[in-house]
Antibody
Framework: QVQLVQSGAEVKKPGSSVKVSCKASGGTFSSYPISWVRQAPGQGPEWMGGIIPMFGTANYAQKFQGRVTITADESTSTAYMELSSLRSEDTAVYYC??????????????WGQGTLVTVSS | DIQMTQSPSSLSASVGDRVTITCRASQSISSYLNWYQQKPGKAPKLLIYAASSLQSGVPSRFSGSGSGTDFTLTISSLQPEDFAIYFCQQSYTTWTFGQGTKVEIK
């Protein structure tokens, strides 16, 4: 049973960067894509981007292009999401999740526990 | 981007009630539709994938239906632990989520 454990809460100044980690245990890490999703207070989740650790190439939602970098370290079964040029609107809970696919759909399971990032001066 | 619209945004119901939540996609997404449950301070939990397949370990009172643009999540007999927020998600092109439906105690 794969589990995803994320790093702890962060408080950042506007204009700075934040890097959140997501460590997988209990299953195969490299062959499943890992996505990053954020959820602002009272809002629905929003997909930011994802990576297949085995290949190392990431793809990003257009909204975050140029500001987000997703990487993965197969040796430690850990994925990372770095968001730069932070602004107050980036205050949210950030989740990692494993992408699972079949012939008829794709879904996220499991999810990490979430990391609260607060951007405040 | 494909937009996902859920209705209602919130509802009040009693234990034992049958509850139905609707999700509409802005274009056809075949059966690339998933449902999640989220409780306060927790990550979303997968309930239904591929529009109608029940995730392992999820009670059979949850069911999903639909294809194309219109989808439904049904809870046949609401239990105390089902009071939560429910999100739909399309995975036809990248991923987008609905804004959620909050199920509250009546």
């Amino acid at each position: 049973q794969v589990q995803l454990v994320q790093s702890g809460a962060e408080v950042k100044k506007p204009g700075s960067s934040v890097k959140v980690s997501c460590k997988a245990s209990g299953g195969t890490f490299s062959s499943y894509p890992i996505s990053w999703v954020r959820q602002a207070p009272g809002q629905g989740p929003e997909w930011m981007g994802g990576i297949i650790p085995m290949f190392g190439t990431a793809n990003y939602a257009q909204k975050f292009q140029g500001r987000v970098t997703i990487t993965a370290d197969e040796s430690t079964s850990t994925a990372y999401m770095e968001l730069s040029s932070l602004r107050s609107e980036d205050t949210a809970v950030y989740y990692c999740a494993r992408d699972v696919s079949s012939s008829t759909s794709n879904w996220f399971d499991p999810w990490g526990q979430g990391t609260l990032v607060t951007v405040s001066s | 981007d494909i937009q996902m619209t859920q209705s209602p945004s919130s509802l009040s119901a009693s234990v034992g009630d049958r509850v139905t939540i609707t999700c509409r996609a802005s274009q056809s997404i075949s059966s690339y539709l998933n449902w999640y449950q989220q409780k306060p301070g927790k990550a979303p939990k997968l309930l239904i994938y591929a529009a109608s397949s029940l995730q392992s370990g999820v009670p059979s009172r949850f069911s999903g239906s639909g294809s194309g643009t219109d989808f439904t999540l049904t809870i046949s007999s609401l239990q105390p632990e089902d009071f939560a927020i429910y999100f739909c998600q399309q995975s036809y092109t990248t991923w987008t989520f609905g804004q959620g439906t909050k199920v509250e105690i009546k």
